[in-house]
């Protein structure tokens, strides 16, 4: 089994005097061979598996790498040492998954101050090390995405391309749409404490309805999704509470600044903002005013689907990230790979409008016009419009 050991000397906190990955091991997988990297992040309680149907579209098979007579089987960094990417030629894919700590296989801090969107993304890049991979095509999904824009402003210089599944901010940003359904769903989840009962809520919380009732002869798609979902639940077991905590603080307290967002668009590789438009969980007006935020490195992508748009939707995700890395490596202009509008005079932010009117004593007044909703205070003014207005003297 792969693990590998986090290297407390590089994932150290300077800012911090706590070591935040003491004995932490990470589980992971590899899948195909080739010179071109992918490492895959997922999100929230998933493991390494939730990226099944991606890893079969990239490298034709989800069987992992394992090779038993490769096993050291004598501790130290991990079980088995992987070759360096320098040993490669030709074509093909090679991809890389893992679990996050706190969920599958990888240790599971028990003080939620050991998971941060920071210290996670410190892990990939510590997994990356131990891989001998200089450069990786990075593609995240819902918490996962966070990592990966995390580790994409942290290291720049060895990302090959950004893929942003499903992703949304920090904070009140984490907030899923708020309506009875959603609710209900979130009441259920916390409520569930057997594989049956997490199987059920799961289903809601990752597709759109219209998918799960469709009809795959006598059955449902819920019916037959609700059966594997059961069993790989209790293969894998209920996400322990501490892990559950922990994870869910990362996404609370993740944040992207002005900076890191300024790393990321001018570091020169492209990036996908890829979302299903029943997304639930993670709202897509914050997934488009990123990849606003990232033009015109960034294409946004919006789906017929809901908040596991990868599975849903696997063939067009597929296609996309696929169309993602061919870009990269031909160097494509990223005027040319954005289908963003250009930031237009009086543009200051997406979803919001500047406009100045001159008045008739020489003053200037500004009115700020923002037609999304917005989260004040704590609270929700879902009215649709919000009129800002200040006086230029």
């Known amino acids: 089994m792969p693990f590998c050991s986090i290297d407390t000397e590089l994932n150290h906190d300077q800012n911090n005097n706590n070591n935040n990955n003491n004995g932490t091991n990470i589980f992971y997988r590899t899948y195909g061979h080739g010179p071109t990297k992918v490492l895959l992040i997922i999100g929230l309680a998933g493991t390494h598996e939730s990226w099944g149907p991606q890893i079969k579209g990239m490298v034709g098979t989800d069987l992992p790498n394992e090779d038993e007579t490769r096993s050291g089987g004598g501790g130290g960094v991990c079980d088995w ?3 360096p990417d320098d040993n490669e030629s030709g074509g093909g894919i090679e991809v890389c998954a893992f679990d996050n700590r706190g969920m599958g296989q990888s240790s599971v801090p028990t003080r939620k101050s050991h998971y941060t969107t920071k210290i996670m993304a410190n892990d990939a890049i510590a997994l990356m090390d131990h891989l001998g991979w200089k450069k990786a095509h990075v593609f995240g999904h819902s918490m996962g995405a ?4 995390k580790l994409a402003a942290m290291v720049p210089e060895r990302i090959l391309s950004l893929a942003l599944l499903n992703v949304t901010g920090g904070g009140f940003e984490c907030f899923p749409k708020l309506d009875l359904r959603t609710l209900s769903v979130a009441i ?8 049956e009962q997490r199987a059920a809520v799961d289903l809601d919380t990752h597709y759109s309805e219209e998918y799960l009732e469709e009809c795959i002869g006598p059955n449902t798609r819920r019916e037959i999704l609700y059966q594997e979902y059961v069993k790989g639940i209790s293969a894998t077991g209920m996400q322990s509470n501490y892990g559950f905590e922990g994870q869910l603080n990362a ?20 990036v ?12 897509i007006y914050y997934a488009r005013r990123l990849a606003e935020k990232l033009h015109p490195v960034a294409r946004m992508i919006e789906l017929h689907g809901g908040h596991l748009v990868s599975h849903e939707r696997t063939e067009e995700v597929n296609q ?7 870009a990269s490596e031909v160097s494509i202009n990223p005027n040319e790979w954005t289908n963003l509008p250009k930031k237009k005079p009086g543009w200051i932010g997406p979803g919001v409008t500047l406009i100045r009117i001159n008045t008739e004593g020489g003053s200037n007044i500004s009115i700020m016009i923002v037609n999304e909703p917005m989260f004040l205070l704590g609270l929700i003014d879902m009215s649709p419009f919000h009129y800002l207005i200040y006086h230029n003297k």
């Open 251 to 270: 996404c609370w307290t993740h944040k992207m600044t002005r900076t890191e967002i300024e790393s990321i668009r001018s570091a020169g590789f492209l």
């Open 272 to 283: 996908s903002v890829i979302h299903g438009r029943h997304d639930i969980i993670a709202q």
């Open 320 to 326: 996309a990230i696929l169309e993602l890395i061919k």
């Open 146 to 149: 966070m990592i990966a824009c």
């Open 81 to 83: 040492n992987p070759v």
């Open 188 to 195: 259920r989840f916390l409520r569930a404490k057997s594989p």
